[in-house]
């Protein structure tokens, strides 16, 4: 299973939920990685649950700030020698209600967390290392970027506009990198409690596969985009949602 053997990658809010379980899978599979999220002692513990200094390095910061994508592509390269993958997986859903009342400054934060900073990270990978000897991106979007999401319209609405920037990235940066996307419905993380915590088994009623998502079922396809099983694959977007958008909407 060692696909990745030797490849590294930088997988951003990954402290815990999906973008720890992408970590883990990437790990597994035989890459080392450098993990990211606001608070160090979260990560702290990421980085022993994946298996060390050896396999893992983790940089403190918010996914928005310049100085800190920076920094953590930097201690990246000098810690693994390389950078062959990213994974914008860090994101944001402060407000719930409808767009057309959200507070700008809300609206701004949101948008510059789950657009313009897949894009900036992206960018800053490019320069560093990717441009020159290549790599694969995967954008963590959500099935709310597809179609109309009542009381998360802003933050479908940033998953939507991801989505659209993976596709026009996958123009722009082949073929020496390919960006895709995958665009899960409700995975049982700390961030999604509010979507299923107390009425699980009515929410995954209506999923054809009968239950909500875990973390694995996202690493595992992100896993497989980063891989050279993907070699001919860019600009894509994997919807991962236990058949849930092919009968009714969440």
């Known amino acids: 299973m060692e696909t990745l053997k030797d490849r590294v990658a930088i997988v951003t809010g990954a402290s815990r939920g999906i973008g720890l379980g992408i970590a883990a899978e990437l790990v597994?599979?035989?890459?080392?990685?450098?993990?990211?999220?606001?608070?160090?002692?979260?990560?702290?513990?990421?980085?022993?649950?994946?298996?060390?200094?050896?396999?893992?390095?983790?940089?403190?910061?918010?996914?928005?700030?310049?100085?800190?994508?920076?920094?953590?592509?930097?201690?990246?390269?000098?810690?693994?020698?390389?950078?062959?993958?990213?994974?914008n997986n860090a994101g944001i859903n402060p407000v719930?209600?409808?767009?057309?009342?959200?507070?700008?400054?809300?609206?701004?934060?949101?948008?510059?967390?789950?657009?313009?900073?897949?894009?900036?990270?992206?960018?800053?990978?490019?320069?560093?290392?990717?441009?020159?000897?290549?790599?694969?991106?995967?954008?963590?979007?959500?099935?709310?970027?597809?179609?109309?999401?009542?009381?998360?319209?802003?933050?479908?609405?940033s998953k939507a506009a991801l989505l659209r920037l993976t596709k026009e990235l996958a123009v722009e940066l082949g073929p020496k990198i390919r960006v895709n996307a995958v665009a899960p419905a409700v995975v049982k993380t700390k961030f999604a409690t509010a979507l299923y915590e107390g009425r699980e088994e009515q929410v995954s009623a209506a999923y054809p596969l009968g239950r909500l998502g875990v973390p694995e079922d996202v690493a595992g396809a992100v896993a497989f985009l980063l891989s050279d099983d993907a070699s001919w694959i860019t600009g894509q977007n994997l919807v991962l949602d236990g058949g849930v958008t092919l009968a009714s909407a969440l």
């Open 96 to 157: 719930f209600g409808p767009v057309s009342d959200i507070d700008q400054g809300a609206a701004a934060k949101i948008l510059a967390v789950n657009v313009l900073a897949p894009l900036d990270w992206t960018r800053r990978a490019r320069d560093a290392w990717m441009g020159a000897h290549g790599g694969a991106v995967v954008n963590i979007a959500s099935v709310a970027g597809l179609h109309a999401a009542p009381g998360l319209g802003m933050y479908g609405v």
């Open 28 to 87: 597994r599979r035989g890459a080392k990685v450098c993990v990211t999220a606001r608070k160090p002692e979260p990560l702290a513990a990421a980085v022993a649950e994946l298996g060390g200094p050896d396999v893992a390095i983790a940089v403190a910061g918010k996914a928005d700030d310049a100085d800190h994508q920076a920094e953590a592509i930097a201690r990246t390269i000098e810690a693994f020698g390389r950078l062959d993958m990213l994974v």
